[in-house]
T-cell receptor
Framework: ETGVTQTPRHLVMGMTNKKSLKCEQHLGHNAMYWYKQSAKKPLELMFVYNFKEQTENNSVPSRFSPECPNSSHLFLHLHTLQPEDSALYLC????????????FGPGTRLTVT | AQKVTQAQTEISVVEKEDVTLDCVYETRDTTYYLFWYKQPPSGELVFLIRRNSFDEQNEISGRYSWNFQKSTSSFNFTITASQVVDSAVYFCALSVLDTGRRALTFGSGTRLQVQP
């Protein structure tokens, strides 16, 4: 596969469930990102990882827990979510240097019931 | 702090019309990068262009062209002879060389609908 892949593409979960989103990049990048895109809201940065180290947490609630085991994989662990967490979650990767474009995956459409 | 404003929420044109999407940015940094992304209905953001703050040359790629003007802090995007496949949400974004922060600041997007 090429580019940035995300699984699952769609996820419906109850507020008491625990689930994980997976992102994998095949571009040789060393920086990975999670973004949240809600209806009628700008893209919101959630987390940034550079060389597997978390370098940014944009005041994200603890019910979202990221994990970056290596530079190619990024996870977002979800637990006890709220209905307002329903959104499109986008993963991106880039060169770990300033100014480089980010390449995005297709996203996971999450619905919390 | 950085900010990107895309004042046009939605634009509707008829196929073959030219259309310009506006982007105005704010930053105090002298070194920064500007980007345009396209988000078709499938959801994936597609990278279109990157421009650094020291390069004010306009760029043309097929039917797409970009006009970067530092004097007005604008980075506008023009689609010539629009096609139905151009229908998407277009995002302008900004990145600054700020202590290693690599995240992009996105505008709110402009939804372009091209009618046949």
């Amino acid at each position: 596969e090429t580019g940035v892949t995300q699984t699952p593409r769609h996820l419906v979960m109850g507020m008491t469930n625990k689930k994980s989103l997976k992102c994998e990049q095949h571009l040789g990048h060393n920086a990975m990102y999670w973004y949240k895109q809600s209806a009628k809201k700008p893209l919101e940065l959630m987390f940034v990882y550079n060389f597997k180290e978390q370098t940014e947490n944009n005041s994200v609630p603890s019910r979202f827990s990221p994990e970056c085991p290596n530079s190619s994989h990024l996870f977002l662990h979800l637990h006890t979510l709220q209905p307002e967490d329903s959104a499109l979650y986008l993963c991106a990767s880039s060169q770990a240097r300033e100014g480089y474009e980010q390449y995005f995956g297709p996203g996971t459409r999450l619905t919390v019931t | 702090a950085q900010k990107v404003t895309q004042a046009q929420t939605e634009i509707s044109v008829v196929e073959k019309e030219d259309v310009t999407l506006d982007c105005v940015y704010e930053t105090r940094d002298t070194t920064y990068y500007l980007f345009w992304y396209k988000q078709p209905p499938s959801g994936e953001l597609v990278f279109l262009i990157r421009r650094n703050s020291f390069d004010e040359q306009n760029e043309i790629s097929g039917r797409y062209s970009w006009n970067f003007q530092k004097s007005t802090s604008s980075f506008n995007f023009t689609i010539t002879a629009s096609q139905v496949v151009d229908s998407a949400v277009y995002f302008c974004a900004l990145s600054v060389l700020d202590t290693g922060r690599r995240a992009l600041t996105f505008g709110s997007g402009t939804r372009l609908q091209v009618q046949p």
